[in-house]
């Protein structure tokens, strides 16, 4: 058996578990927050599953699932750039510079899903994998919510999205980011948000897409100016890949959601929805996503030509950690 096959297999392994974790939840419409559904834990209680508190409340076969699904999460966050780190971070308040720095760490504070939830947020991740290969990867980044919901009820290959599912999907997205720390805007406001395809194009063996206006110029300007080794590395991403870029990172993360977002924009608050998107340089390959690309001479060029910005500086107010590689779009829609 192959990696993607074993991968696979895993994943569908946990269908039965998530699936009876799934009945025992709420079928009531009200609108459930995290604070009312209890799931919010401090690191300090977080901390305390090596006395007994956390994780052997959580059956030892889900949690010898999560443990191996973290695997195959560091792979789907491989593909969009999202394994490795920098480190830089200045003029921060000292609060948030420290935990810019420390991004991948726990800190006071966090918002850390509780175990009770676990299965729902892995069952939805299983189903955000199935569309993600049922549709393939360049259609992935644009595909709607909507589309994501009937593709679950249609396509043969896909299981349904149960009502709790739904709920769960809804209050990730709808939940504010500056509970986690993350201080973006929300750029997508509904989860229904589409991107507008017909404003889009695909941009050759990249398996990504550039807004015509806001960022394509911007891109044929740049591997223009700075030459052929440029490459596109992520472009527009709708609400559901965001979606699951942040569920890889926050399953990655422990799940602790505000360690995930200090790396990934939350559903919703990502720039990638509105025209930000991502070079490196060929060959380079994951390291693109490092402090390495800044060190290129490609980056050097790009600072020099005084019409790039550089979305998370290292002083950003946005709590992310330093990313060289990510160009605002300009002229941008908000
Ligand atoms: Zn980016």
Redesign the pocket.
Known sequence: MDRREAIKKLIDQSTALAGSAMLVGCSSHSHLTFDQWGPIQTPKEHGHKEHGHTCQKLDPQLHNQIEKIKNHASETLKSEGQASYSKLVHNQDEKTQHKMENFDQDHPGDIILGPERKATFLSCYRKLQQLYRYIGYGNFNLVSFEEFIAYSKTAPRLEALSPVELKFLEEIFYFSAEKYGFYGKKLQTNITDKIPSKEVIKIPFSGHYLYRDVSYPIYQKIKKDVGRSIILT?GVRGVVKQLHLFFAKTIKSDFNLSQASRSLAPPGY???SVG???IGKKGLGTFNFTNKFSQTDEYKKLIDLGYIDI??PTDNPFGVRF?P???EGKFRRV
């Open positions: 992520s990502s720039y990638h930000d998107f991502d979305r998370y990313e590689w990510h160009i």
